[in-house]
């Protein structure tokens, strides 16, 4: 790759190194240079940029990224679409991160320009979260860099990265109790239990309190072994702390026919844990800690037995370096505190896709198609309004608002079916802006974008939708996503959160087109391989194009 200081005047097709800005126009980094391009920065007095021109043996930056993405992902994983040399890997179900670092720091340390950052291995993970992130950092990567790197990734029997999801297990417990154990000592017990295994999508199926005697322990375990079907987890949480391999609860565990596979772990709180096997299932002797719903070292044990990994006695003698956690006073996050956290920013950004709304824009009159109401015109064997919204319901957005105006009680009927919301604009004749402050009015408080879609775009895909939502980073200063094809900007465009107000205060037929120079800084194009995003339906014959692919 070529880069370093080149005249404007002979710029024309390389990537621009920095960005730059005149009168009416702001280069970003990365961007190629195009004759109008040119002309712009000729005109502005700027005589030379700082540029990159790729050679026949590089690989530019958001195909190296994609192939390595590509590589580097086992089952249970999302690829983004590469963004200016970055691809990020999403969780697709909550899980555990199975993570090979030997072979993550092979890459890493075989070329500075690719790099590979991932969460700790065997992190607990939530749908949507960011598992991984591959960056390029220059411009591009040539292709013996590119090969090396791949074949680091494929040294392994299996993926260099997965997510193990969690799958649902029955879990039965066993209390005991000596002389004067109150029993409400037991229903906390219980309670935390039974929320600590829904966390996980598993199940409490039954408990059971017994003296604190290896007898009666071992008659209970017994007749759960016996039972159909039997529990795949037995947790005991004993009357006191298991001291020695010869104490009540491990000498329960083999007179059942069980055998103990450790005793003591390297994680405090949680280190007076004991893992057994008895018949097909596992066995937990807790800590005292697991009473309460802080994180300890049975929540680790726990989580990776829930996603169908082994937990041995080498994994547990692992689990030291990292294993102070004493300090965290962390407790395990039902789902709603964990949508809490994200909105009160206590997660930290970047940990997993932001929240997008949409809001399609569906209240104009449609004048020159002349048929009223254009949006009922039939495309492709249904309505044209139903293109769009469809396209926002699979691409998985939540909510998807639909704003009508003209001919509402007849576009109404069209969408009834599908899971949407709708407002109506009694203003839609004033122009666009009132209808986009309506849809804008309905968007809930924890969206941090939302995706503006226009009612007669009929190709537009929910593969469009999900590219622009891959690109939205409000914590690099992505906040306004926008499609492009062969260099023309289109629709719709992926709006945060810190924009709303402007686009609110927005009056007549301006819309949010207006605020993008602006915004300059915010902006980030993103490339899509079909001109779907450029095609809207204005008059019949538009419409006829749409139906026959044109």
Same mark, same amino acid.
């Given at each position: 790759?070529?880069?370093?200081?080149?005249?404007?005047?002979?710029?024309e097709?390389a990537?621009?190194?920095?960005?730059?800005r005149?009168?009416?126009?702001?280069?970003?980094?990365?961007?190629?240079?195009?004759?109008?391009?040119v002309a712009?920065?000729?005109?502005?007095?700027?005589?030379?940029?700082?540029?990159a021109?790729l050679?026949?043996d590089?690989?530019?930056? /958001?195909?190296?990224?994609?192939?390595?993405?590509?590589a580097?992902?086992?089952?249970?994983?999302?690829?983004?679409?590469?963004?200016?040399?970055?691809?990020?890997?999403?969780a697709?179900?909550?899980g555990?991160?199975?993570?090979?670092?030997?072979?993550?720091?092979?890459v890493n340390?075989?070329?500075?320009?690719?790099?590979?950052a991932?969460?700790?291995?065997?992190?607990?993970?939530?749908?949507?979260?960011?598992?991984?992130?591959?960056?390029?950092?220059?411009?591009a990567?040539t292709?013996?860099?590119?090969?090396?790197?791949?074949?680091?990734?494929?040294?392994?029997?299996?993926a260099?990265?997965a997510?193990?999801?969690?799958?649902?297990?029955?879990?039965?417990?066993?209390?005991?109790?000596?002389?004067?154990?109150?029993?409400?000592?037991h229903?906390?017990?219980?309670?935390?239990m039974?929320?600590?295994?829904?966390?996980?999508g598993?199940?409490?199926?039954r408990?059971?309190?017994?003296p604190?005697r290896?007898?009666?322990?071992?008659a209970?375990?017994?007749?759960?072994?016996?039972?159909?079907?039997?529990? /795949?987890?037995?947790?005991?949480?004993?009357?006191s702390?298991?001291v020695?391999?010869?104490d009540?609860?491990?000498?329960?565990?083999?007179?059942?026919?069980?055998?103990?596979?450790?005793?003591?772990?390297?994680?405090?709180?949680?280190?007076?844990?004991?893992?057994?096997r008895?018949?097909?299932?596992?066995?937990?002797?807790?800590?005292?800690?697991?009473?309460?719903?802080?994180?300890?070292?049975?929540?680790w044990?726990?989580e990776?037995?829930?996603?169908?990994?082994?937990?041995?006695?080498?994994?547990?003698a692992?689990m030291?370096?990292?294993?102070?956690?004493?300090?965290?006073?962390?407790?395990?996050?039902r789902?709603?505190?964990?949508?809490?956290a994200?909105?009160?920013?206590?997660?930290?950004?970047?940990?997993?896709?932001?929240?997008?709304?949409?809001?399609?824009?569906?209240?104009?009159r449609?004048?020159?198609?002349?048929?009223?109401?254009?949006?009922?015109?039939?495309? /492709?064997?249904?309505?044209?309004?139903?293109?769009?919204v469809?396209?926002?319901?699979?691409?998985?957005?939540?909510?998807?608002?639909?704003?009508?105006?003209?001919?509402a009680?007849?576009?109404?009927?069209?969408? $009834?079916?599908l899971?949407?919301?709708?407002?109506?604009?009694?203003?839609?004749?004033?122009?666009?802006?009132?209808?986009?402050?309506?849809?804008?009015?309905?968007?809930?408080?924890?969206?941090?974008?939302?995706?503006?879609?226009l009612?007669?775009?009929?190709?537009?895909?929910?593969?469009?939708?999900?590219?622009?939502?891959?690109?939205?980073?409000p914590?690099?200063?992505r906040t306004?996503c926008?499609?492009?094809?062969?260099?023309?900007?289109?629709?719709p465009?992926?709006?945060?959160?810190?924009?709303?107000?402007?686009?609110?205060?927005?009056?007549?037929?301006?819309?949010?087109?207006s605020?993008?120079d602006r915004?300059?800084?915010?902006?980030?194009?993103?490339?899509?391989a079909?001109?779907?995003?450029?095609?809207?339906?204005d008059?019949?014959?538009?419409?006829? $194009?749409?139906?026959?692919?044109?």
């Amino acid at each position: 790759m070529k880069f370093g200081g080149e005249a404007s005047r002979d710029a024309e097709g390389a990537l621009l190194a920095h960005a730059v800005r005149g009168p009416g126009f702001s280069f970003k980094k990365g961007r190629r240079l195009s004759a109008d391009d040119v002309a712009h920065l000729l005109a502005a007095g700027i005589e030379e940029v700082v540029v990159a021109r790729l050679d026949a043996d590089d690989v530019g930056e /958001d195909a190296a990224a994609a192939t390595v993405a590509g590589a580097l992902a086992g089952t249970g994983l999302r690829v983004a679409a590469a963004i200016t040399g970055r691809s990020n890997l999403y969780a697709e179900a909550p899980g555990i991160a199975v993570i090979d670092a030997a072979r993550i720091a092979a890459v890493n340390a075989g070329n500075e320009a690719v790099t590979i950052a991932t969460l700790p291995p065997h992190a607990r993970v939530d749908a949507g979260q960011m598992v991984a992130t591959v960056k390029i950092i220059p411009f591009a990567v040539t292709r013996p860099v590119l090969a090396a790197s791949i074949a680091c990734l494929a040294a392994g029997t299996t993926a260099a990265i997965a997510v193990a999801p969690f799958r649902p297990c029955r879990a039965m417990l066993i209390l005991t109790e000596t002389p004067g154990m109150e029993a409400k000592l037991h229903a906390r017990t219980r309670a935390v239990m039974a929320a600590r295994l829904a966390d996980l999508g598993s199940s409490l199926t039954r408990d059971v309190v017994v003296p604190h005697r290896a007898g009666d322990l071992a008659a209970a375990l017994a007749a759960e072994v016996a039972r159909q079907p039997a529990a /795949d987890l037995v947790l005991i949480v004993g009357a006191s702390a298991i001291v020695d391999r010869r104490d009540v609860i491990p000498a329960a565990i083999i007179a059942a026919g069980g055998r103990v596979e450790r005793f003591g772990m390297p994680v405090e709180p949680g280190n007076l844990l004991l893992l057994a096997r008895l018949g097909a299932a596992s066995v937990i002797g807790l800590p005292g800690c697991a009473r309460s719903p802080k994180l300890n070292g049975f929540d680790w044990v726990l989580e990776r037995l829930c996603a169908g990994l082994p937990v041995d006695a080498p994994a547990i003698a692992a689990m030291g370096v990292g294993g102070l956690i004493i300090e965290s006073g962390e407790r395990r996050p039902r789902d709603d505190d964990r949508r809490r956290a994200h909105r009160e920013g206590t997660i930290g950004p970047g940990e997993r896709v932001p929240a997008v709304a949409a809001v399609v824009l569906a209240a104009g009159r449609g004048q020159r198609f002349g048929a009223a109401p254009k949006l009922a015109a039939i495309c /492709d064997g249904e309505p044209l309004l139903r293109h769009p919204v469809r396209a926002a319901l699979a691409a998985g957005v939540q909510p998807v608002i639909v704003v009508l105006g003209h001919e509402a009680a007849r576009l109404r009927p069209l969408i $009834d079916d599908l899971p949407v919301h709708v407002v109506e604009n009694p203003d839609f004749a004033s122009g666009i802006a009132s209808s986009l402050a309506c849809g804008l009015a309905a968007v809930p408080p924890e969206a941090d974008g939302v995706l503006v879609l226009l009612g007669d775009m009929p190709k537009v895909t929910a593969s469009h939708l999900r590219r622009l939502i891959d690109a939205f980073d409000p914590a690099a200063g992505r906040t306004i996503c926008l499609p492009t094809c062969d260099g023309r900007r289109g629709n719709p465009v992926l709006w945060g959160r810190a924009a709303f107000n402007d686009l609110r205060a927005l009056s007549g037929d301006r819309g949010g087109r207006s605020l993008l120079d602006r915004f300059a800084e915010k902006v980030c194009e993103v490339a899509m391989a079909d001109d779907g995003v450029l095609f809207d339906v204005d008059e019949p014959q538009a419409l006829a $194009d749409a139906a026959h692919g044109g």
